[in-house]
């Protein structure tokens, strides 16, 4: 039996903006190459994220690609999710599917592929003013707080979380397991430990199964927690249940 490495959270360092843009890069090159294999049936699948389906959910993220690949296009969304109202980054998402509610399959296949370079540049190249100074409303899923977050914080980890986790979102759907290895998927479960870990501020124990998984402590725990890595991901997320010891994570 093979002993997991113990991980010290503390020692967990949160992304870097170049790094970011690698796993950025790379998991929109994972997205594609999901979509590619998705059957006719497999677009019209509920999706955990109700009301959409596997179609909206791809539209959604597409229009994050978009908006990231052009700052007109961008200004465009932002101004439509205030005139829309609620909660920003949610007002977004829902005018990003309305709009392309009626584009075929084949197109948002093809232009997935074809903005993963514009919509990585265009994330790189945030004016590093915009990123420090630039705060965007958000709200958290389950205790509902409501937050504020750095631009720079939104483009490096929570464009990542997002997209990281929709495409968990469909395969879930699909009923097919995502493409996992530690090297990416790893290092963004471990990037939400580390936060998590902070969020709720007392000692853990963690044992994370799967690809992506490890073993993470940050002092002397009560007990040892154990979840499949992309489980306990969407468990903070607000899906699937309630997140560890009441914390969640903002995705």
Request: with cysteine; proline share 7%; glycine share 8%.
């Amino acid at each position: 039996m093979t002993v997991q490495p113990i991980i010290d959270i503390r020692r967990i360092s949160p992304l870097l903006h170049n790094e970011a843009m690698h796993l950025a890069r790379t998991e929109y090159e994972r997205l594609a190459a999901l979509l590619d294999t998705l059957t006719e049936d497999d677009w019209v699948q509920p999706t955990c994220c109700s009301p959409w389906t596997v179609r909206d959910m791809v539209t959604h993220l597409l229009g994050y690609m978009r908006a990231c690949s052009s700052a007109r296009e961008m200004v465009r969304q932002m101004r439509a999710a205030r005139g829309r109202g609620g909660v920003f980054i949610d007002a977004m998402s829902a005018h990003q599917v309305s709009t392309m509610a009626d584009l075929p399959v084949g197109q948002l296949r093809t232009e997935v592929r074809s903005l993963i370079k514009p919509a990585v540049r265009g994330r790189a190249t945030v004016p590093a003013v915009l990123r420090r100074m630039v705060k965007v409303p958000a709200e958290l899923p389950v205790c509902g707080a409501r937050e504020r977050w750095p631009l720079g914080f939104v483009v490096d980890t929570i464009g990542i979380r997002d997209g990281w986790m929709h495409r968990t979102d469909i395969c879930a759907a699909i009923g097919r397991e995502p493409e996992l290895t530690p090297e990416h998927d790893g290092r963004i479960v471990a990037d939400v430990v580390a936060e998590w870990a902070r969020r709720l501020g007392r000692p853990v124990d963690l044992r994370l199964s799967g690809p992506a998984g490890g073993a993470y402590a940050n002092g002397a725990a009560d007990g040892e927690l154990r979840y499949d890595a992309v489980q306990f991901c969407r468990l903070l997320s607000g899906r699937d249940g309630t997140p560890p010891l009441g914390t969640e994570v903002p995705f």
